[in-house]
């Protein structure tokens, strides 16, 4: 963030979703003024009834496996630094280009195959349907787009030719309708806003009333649609004016933030400071379904007085029917700092004793070992030994005559079992041991690269680099004491 903490106090923030305790007791901490609240936030912490609009907004992402953060470029700023001071293995994703940016853009005419074309807009290149494009041959053509919001980070974004204007109290949509926020219960205050809507929309356009309008005076509400007009003038303008690719206008931006193991025990932590809490809570909120179900008839049960210790026991055997033992299938997710995942397979589980894992996969595909160099063959066995919470597992690769192929020591997030998979987000640096013995690091420039994209903080590189170190040096070790032995 640019300048001091006191720059934090302007900051208005909405926050939603099951880390929304822990994250707006954090926020209130650093001077975020907290608008929005809902009624068991203002419960828990003593908020007033606030309703201006944020700067920044928080909500959870689809799998609950971390939050989606949308709002101005120095409030966004501002919240990620929160975050990274407390949560160590945290891992933000911040979007290169405003979230909801309008630009003039040129059609790719090498990438124009199917329903989709690719479209240069000078920061990134983004996908659109050919039939918004309106283009009838493979010929390069401008055309102006706007970035659609949350997205997935990894894949080049979604672009659409229906322009929208969002602001405070209002977004101008690009069809003749006015609309009101759902959460405007009021109906005289719903007819009110519809007739003014009717009487100042700019011709051809329309008005989504957002929830702030409903308590702002008429004036301020006109004066927004006469800027918001203007803005939509002046992006015609610099349209005609600017030559593609170029970003015409943009103001909100976007952030993925990834919350592993040890920042969900944080918001453990933070949370249990104003309502009872089982130790786990936000992993077992990841987790979804039973688990999750379960979980909240258990606090309920802690509201109530009963010992934790009594209720935390019985959740746990309540839950433990949920979680794969020996003998069954759990698949992996292989989570990489950009945010890609990769499902690695089925492995089963040769045994499962507390926190341990020894799980084993059969290839089916040629290929070759990353960092072994050694060739992958159709029957080769894999063989995992991991353990819940640790930084790194191992895994040894034979053919399937049992021939030794080598073995590859993947440093990641501490590991988490859910109900049916395994999940961590790689760290990138490996150690590899080959079939002669001989150890190496590998990938180390790939965690560098983590760490100068943003993804990755320095605190958490410096972590994982000392338990690389420490593993290195015990395999070195083996290494030796084995080559002293043939």
């Given amino acids: ?32 003024e907290i608008v929005q609240p809902s009624q068991m936030i203002k419960k828990r912490l003593g908020l007033e009834e606030n309703m201006k609009s944020p700067d920044v907004e928080v909500y959870d992402r689809h ?26 293995d945290v891992i933000t994703r911040k979007q290169a280009f405003p979230t909801d940016g ?24 983004g996908k659109l349907f050919r039939d918004e494009a309106n283009v009838d041959t493979d010929e390069s053509r401008e055309v102006i787009v706007q970035v659609q919001r949350n997205q997935d980070l990894t894949e080049a974004p979604w672009l659409t030719t229906k322009i929208t204007i969002p602001s405070e109290y209002a977004v101008l949509i690009p069809e003749e309708k006015i609309k ?3 959460k405007i219960q009021d109906m005289e205050k719903r007819k009110s806003l519809i007739e003014l809507g009717r009487k100042i929309a700019p011709s051809g356009w ?12 008429e004036e301020v509400l006109e004066e927004e649609i006469r800027r918001l007009a203007e803005i939509r003038r002046e992006v ?3 349209a005609e004016e600017k030559t593609a690719p170029a970003l015409l206008w943009g103001s ?11 920042s969900k025990a944080e918001c453990d932590h933070v949370r249990a400071q104003v309502t009872p809490t089982i130790k786990g809570h936000h992993y077992y909120k990841a987790c979804g379904r039973t688990v999750s179900a379960s979980l909240e008839m258990a606090e309920k ?22 979680y794969p033992m020996e003998g069954s299938f759990i698949g992996i997710e292989h989570v990489k700092p950009s945010g890609k995942v990769y499902h690695l397979g089925k492995a089963h589980i040769e045994n499962r004793d507390d926190d341990m894992l020894v799980y084993s996969r059969v290839f089916k595909t040629e290929g070759f070992y990353d960092g072994l160099g050694t060739p992958k063959e159709p029957g080769d066995q894999a063989f995992t030994e991991a353990k819940i919470g640790d930084w790194s597992y191992t895994t040894r690769y034979f053919s399937k005559e049992g021939a030794f192929k080598g073995t590859h020591v993947n440093f990641h997030t501490p590991l988490e079992l859910y109900p049916r998979w395994v999940r961590y987000v790689d760290l990138e640096v490996d150690i590899c041991v080959l079939p002669d013995n001989a150890v190496k690091v590998v990938d180390e420039d790939e965690l560098e690269k983590a760490v100068a994209k943003g993804l990755v903080s320095q605190k958490l590189a410096a972590l994982v680099t000392d338990k690389v170190a420490t593993v290195l040096k015990d395999l070195q070790d083996a290494s030796a004491a084995e080559n002293q032995n043939i």
């Fill in 180 to 182: 009101v926020s759902l």
């Fill in 301 to 322: 049960t802690l509201e109530g007085g009963t010992l934790s210790e009594d209720i935390e026991r019985l959740f746990k055997a309540d839950i433990e029917a949920e």
């Fill in 63 to 88: 799998n609950r496996q971390g939050v989606r953060v949308v709002g101005a470029a120095d409030a966004l700023e501002a919240l990620r630094t929160v975050l990274l001071q407390h949560l160590i």
């Fill in 206 to 217: 329309g008005i989504i009333w957002r929830t702030t309008a409903a308590d702002a005076p």
């Fill in 1 to 32: 963030m640019q300048g001091g903490e006191e720059d934090i106090l302007k900051f208005k923030a909405r926050v939603r979703g099951i880390y929304s305790t822990a994250v707006t007791k954090l926020l209130l901490e650093k001077g975020f």
């Fill in 236 to 238: 015609s303008r610099r």
């Fill in 252 to 262: 909100q931006h976007y952030m993925n933030v990834e919350f592993p193991a040890l």
């Fill in 102 to 125: 309008i630009y003039k853009g040129l059609t790719i005419r090498d990438e124009m195959e199917g329903r989709i074309i690719r479209v240069d807009v000078g920061s990134i290149v």
